[in-house]
């Protein structure tokens, strides 16, 4: 068939950590706050939906896209509203905020060097903010009809790469389009690809030991600049993910059942279709020993059969890459408010977002730990400080995130609650929670260790002190303070006296504290009965002592 793929649409979604650019111990603005108040010069504007919007605007397709979560995640996703029991309650917004721009309309992709270009449209793209994180998301949703089956499979491999891998002997770069431009809506080119420029790729590592980010992602992003990038910007990120973005494709296909195992590995696993000429349904994209138990792990067939609203329908989950294929013919799979392609671009997107946002997340903190223990100096008291402020700061932020974004199950709907859990599965998000969990607790066992000992250094000072300041204490209490008889004496000689005793009881209580440690070693040899008075009198000999033991 010349054009097996009717309807193609293929979902990206770049987690990115956000860079803090204001000093630390300063008020820090949101970043969507930061886009607010650009205006006109940021080309991103807020998305005022169907759950902020209007009523007139909510519609049977958001009301099943909101009824799909359990209510802990549509108070993630979706805030809260008035309550009608109690008038005076404000709307809590959610702590997802998202903005859209909406200049770019087409991209005019080449898949390989001296082939025709293919123009997909921009569906939308959006940034994705969430409350207490430092993080963003890029999303961008393209669209194509007529597609062939190797071309989809082509777009899929190439098109999320936010650099490229490598080149090629003749220059071409690896696994990345030949060519993009974004376009805008009169056709005109907004911004291009630069993969094939080798040079400024390797001078940009070579200088910054941090991977370029390619053109026509950096134009996207604007004003968001890379924080090695040398351009000034108060929204700065970098990456924390590999370089090929989580991706999410549909295709609506003549008769699904005409695909070959090995069309469906390579789809499900992102693999290149194969080089022109040659008939890649034939062979698979690696060994057929690795491939054994594919069905079984990456495929939910639920709706894999003849039958069903939506037969022949397969979903390919492998946690980076959400697939789903079904028939073009079928009107429920085809169907933009209540069937198969509605739940992909809304519940099933809200889901893969989900997890994605968990691992970067989890990510996040992780780095964040590396960072403080980078920057900790054990002989600057400062350095000490912030070592500890950021570890604080750490620890309360991953309680926020554990309460507020962290979920086992977002779903009971079966089909939604199986490819959740297959995403969370394939992306180790337990063990990573885990980690990341113990490196936190073990961070911050270590800051309340610290306290502790220095809280029992004190009172070992303290103690020491009061004992040997208890010698004098005693000794003028029992002659009664009367050494002196100088109650009649003139103001002057009382000043004199009270400085004089003043300064020596000044300086022999600094000087008790300077040798606390000593004296308490010395006050437990004294309580020793096993050592002789000649050992308890070396030890009285250690407190002046130039080493320390």
């Known amino acids: 068939m010349l054009f097996p793929v009717e309807h193609f649409r293929q979902v990206l979604l770049w987690p990115l950590r956000l860079v803090q650019t204001q000093p630390p111990g300063t008020a820090q603005r949101h970043p969507w706050q930061v886009l607010k108040d650009l205006g006109e010069a940021s080309p991103w504007r807020e998305v005022v939906d169907e759950y902020t919007g209007a009523a007139s605007q909510f519609h049977e397709r958001h009301y099943s896209e909101f009824v799909t979560f359990l209510p802990y995640v549509q108070r993630f996703l979706y805030g809260e509203g008035r309550n009608a029991g109690r008038p005076g309650q404000p709307t809590v917004d959610s702590p997802m905020q998202v903005f859209r721009r909406h200049d770019i309309r087409q991209g005019r992709m080449t898949l390989r060097r001296g082939e025709a270009p293919i123009v997909l449209d921009i569906v939308h793209i959006d940034l994705y903010f969430f409350l207490d994180v430092e993080l963003v998301l890029l999303n961008i949703e393209v669209s194509a009809d007529h597609l062939s089956l190797a071309q989809a499979q082509e777009l899929m491999y190439r098109f999320g790469r936010g650099y490229p891998a490598g080149w090629q002997a003749d220059g071409q770069a690896l696994h990345c389009l030949a060519d993009l431009q974004w376009l805008d809506a009169q056709g005109h080119s907004l911004a291009q690809s630069d993969v094939q420029q080798r040079e400024v790729f390797l001078a940009h590592v070579a200088r910054h030991r941090a991977p370029r980010i390619a053109a026509h992602w950096a134009y996207l992003l604007q004003p968001l600049v890379g924080d090695y990038s040398g351009q000034v910007g108060e929204l700065r990120c970098r990456q924390i993910e590999y370089y090929r973005m989580p991706l999410m494709a549909y295709l609506a296909l003549d008769n699904p059942r005409l695909l070959t195992r090995s069309d469906f590995i390579r789809l499900g696993l992102v693999a290149w279709a194969g080089a022109s000429g040659t008939d890649s349904a034939s062979h698979l994209p690696c060994a057929e020993q690795h491939l054994s138990d594919f069905e079984s792990r990456y495929c939910h067939d639920r709706f894999w059969a003849d039958g069903g609203a939506a037969p022949n329908t397969r979903y390919l989950c492998t946690g980076h890459s959400l697939v789903v294929v079904g028939g073009a013919h079928s009107e429920f799979y085809t169907c933009r408010d209540r069937g198969v392609l509605s739940q992909f671009r809304h519940q099933h997107f809200l889901l893969f977002l989900i997890v994605h946002f968990q691992k970067a997340a989890l990510l996040m903190f992780s780095d964040k730990l590396v960072e403080a223990l980078k920057d900790l100096h054990v002989d600057d008291i400062g350095s000490v400080r ?99 008889a100088e109650a009649d004496a003139p103001w002057s000689t009382k000043l004199a006296i009270f400085g004089t005793v003043f300064v020596l009881t000044l300086s022999l209580t600094v000087y008790t504290m300077a040798k606390s440690k000593r004296l308490s070693d010395f006050l437990d040899a004294l309580s020793d009965e096993r050592l002789t008075v000649w050992q308890k009198c070396k030890s009285l000999a250690l407190v002046w002592r130039g080493d320390d033991h």
């Open 386 to 484: 912030r070592f500890k402020r950021a570890i604080r700061a750490s620890f309360a932020g991953f309680l926020r995130f554990t309460h507020r974004y962290w979920f086992h199950d977002v779903a009971e709907q079966a089909q939604a609650r199986a490819l959740f859990q297959m995403s969370a599965g394939h992306l180790g998000l337990d063990a990573l929670y885990a980690e990341v969990k113990e490196r936190i607790a073990d961070m911050n066992s270590y800051l309340e260790a610290d306290s502790l000992r220095r809280q029992a250094n004190t009172v070992v000072r303290l103690t020491v002190v009061t004992i040997f300041g208890l010698i004098g204490t005693v000794s003028t209490g029992f002659l009664g303070m009367n050494l002196l």
